[in-house]
């Protein structure tokens, strides 16, 4: 509170310097600070903030009312915790699966743990976590499944192959846990009835908040991401669809993840481009699953009242580094996945949710309107109404972040600047991927996806990356200029006739 104070006072102290003509509603330098791009996207996240505040307010709790009237009946007969473990420290590794265990054991259920993992030492750990949590009277097995550290897809895949020579009973659920997210005592007893209440569901996922072994501005940057994740995903919620089923806890019913075709997608996906053809997807597998159940018309829940802890590790000691690979494998996954669930179609999937997901190709090019026009205007205008963008920016990151207060108990004075390194620099992180979208890089396995192309071709799909990523980057400061009227014929001579004066 003490910091976003002192930002408060900053920003009154500021707001008494600039020219009255910026708060007059009438005049041009107003019109250009709010703008009708500007008014599209704080008005779309306004909306998100509302839809969210009703589900988590209204909606939900009566979900979570039907659900707790349904009583133990509505508890699956058989639930399956996958947890997949590659490249992960010991410690870590001890206390996701002491907490997955010790969490079956509360649930009371008859639970099969299965273990995907690569590692002896592993299995040697979770064996012994096992024998000393699980007594002779607690109805939870242990399975191991071994692979050659081949990925995480074939980790899943082996794992839900493992689930169906079990040959799940019709209720049965199965928890995808990844290998360094921690179950809360009680996740499993308010978290799996939902699938039973509601039979059109097919997948759920939870809150997550984090540990991050790390600098202070690491742990800042991802409380505010989880903050925006639980305010998004609740409005999204309201819809019944999500846009992700993460990787860190998210629950299938057994009878789709035993699936032949769901377990060929998830273990080996591709998307055909125009540009760069056929190429397999090396991350993403969340968005795989996701996919396939929003291709299937399954619905796909979000519980904001139950949290996952995950324990982050940021990739490097440089934010900005750590940031960008991040970023990179983030909207790369969303990116690949998204043409085509738009093809799905909005009857399909809902106007809603077909929306926002083409939101997501708009908003890095929206996003980044502000700045480029206040340079367009600061060089070929009045250098001031840079000023007055600097201002707005404040202004309004300052109004966003006691927005996620929806969402979160605190916020930090550090989130306005953090909000907008993720607008402007995300942006442009995401222009960049959506040209290259067959670079693919996990970040902590730090292998990468490899393509049988020749030579010529690897040369040609680069340069015509260039190329198209050029062309965008001039048609879009193009359209914004002469929306603007500052890059029209008649003001590119007067500004050189202004060069020629001042020369």
């Known amino acids: 509170m003490f910091g976003l104070s002192i930002y408060l ?40 903030v509302v839809r969210g505040l009703i589900y988590m307010r209204i909606v939900f709790p009566r979900m979570r009312r039907r659900v707790e009237r349904a009583g133990p009946a509505s508890m699956p007969s058989h639930n399956f915790l996958l947890v997949t473990s590659f490249r992960i420290d010991g410690e870590t590794t001890r206390r996701v699966y002491e907490s997955v265990i010790a969490e079956a054991v509360r649930s009371g259920l008859r639970c099969t743990v299965i273990a995907s993992i690569v590692e002896m030492g592993d299995q040697r750990i979770i064996k012994a976590l096992h024998g000393s949590i699980a007594g002779a009277d607690d109805l939870v097995d242990l399975e191991f499944v071994r692979i050659a550290g081949t990925g995480k897809r074939d980790a899943l895949a082996e794992g839900f192959r ?14 995808v846990i990844d290998g360094d997210s921690i179950l809360a005592p009680g996740t499993l007893r308010r978290s799996l009835p939902f699938l039973s209440v509601y039979p ?25 991401r989880f903050a925006q994740r639980q305010i998004l995903m609740s409005s999204q919620g309201l ?12 629950a299938f019913r057994a009878s789709i993840v035993t699936h032949p075709e769901f377990i060929r997608q ?9 540009r760069l053809g056929r190429f397999k997807f090396l991350t993403g597998d969340d968005k795989s699953s996701w996919f396939y159940l929003l291709r299937n018309g399954w619905k796909m829940l979000y519980i904001p009242d139950v ?3 995950t324990i982050e590790h940021p990739p490097h000691d440089s934010f900005v580094i750590a940031s960008t690979q991040l970023m990179v494998r983030w909207f790369g996954n969303m990116l690949r996945t998204n043409g085509r669930a738009l ?20 908003s890095m090019w929206t996003s980044l309107t502000g700045l480029a026009a206040s340079i367009l205007t600061a060089v070929f205008l009045d250098p001031v109404l840079l000023i007055g963008y600097l201002y707005w920016v404040a202004f309004t990151r300052f109004v966003q972040t006691l927005s996620l207060l929806a969402g979160r108990s605190h916020v930090s004075w550090t989130y306005p600047f953090l909000l907008y390194y993720n607008q402007i620099y995300g942006s442009m992180v995401k222009t960049y991927v959506f040209f290259r979208l067959d670079r693919q890089r996990w970040t902590r396995q730090k292998t990468s996806a490899t393509r049988t192309l020749s030579s010529r071709r690897e040369r040609m799909n680069r340069l015509g990356a260039v190329t198209v990523h050029a062309c965008a980057l001039i048609s879009f400061f193009g359209v914004l200029g002469s929306y603007m009227r500052v890059l029209t014929p008649a003001a590119l001579m007067n500004f050189d006739l202004l060069l020629a004066t001042n020369n």
């Open 266 to 274: 998830v273990e080996v996906d591709w998307v055909d481009h125009w």
């Open 200 to 224: 059109d569901a097919g997948a759920f996922t939870t809150d997550e908040v984090c540990e991050v072994v790390g600098r202070q501005i690491f742990r800042e940057w991802y409380n505010m």
């Open 307 to 309: 949290r996952v802890v």
């Open 239 to 250: 819809s019944g669809r999500v846009l992700t089923l993460t990787g860190r806890m998210s």
């Open 9 to 48: 006072l900053v920003l009154i102290a500021l707001a008494y310097q600039l020219p009255a003509e910026w708060w007059d509603a009438a005049s041009p330098e107003y019109l250009f600070l709010i703008g009708a791009i500007g008014l599209w996207r704080y008005g779309w996240g306004a909306v998100n």
């Open 162 to 175: 493992a689930v169906a020579r079990r040959a799940p009973p019709e209720d049965a659920v199965v928890c």
């Open 343 to 362: 093809a799905l179609g909005p009857h399909r999937i809902s106007w809603w949710t077909w929306w926002s997901i083409l939101d997501q190709r708009i």
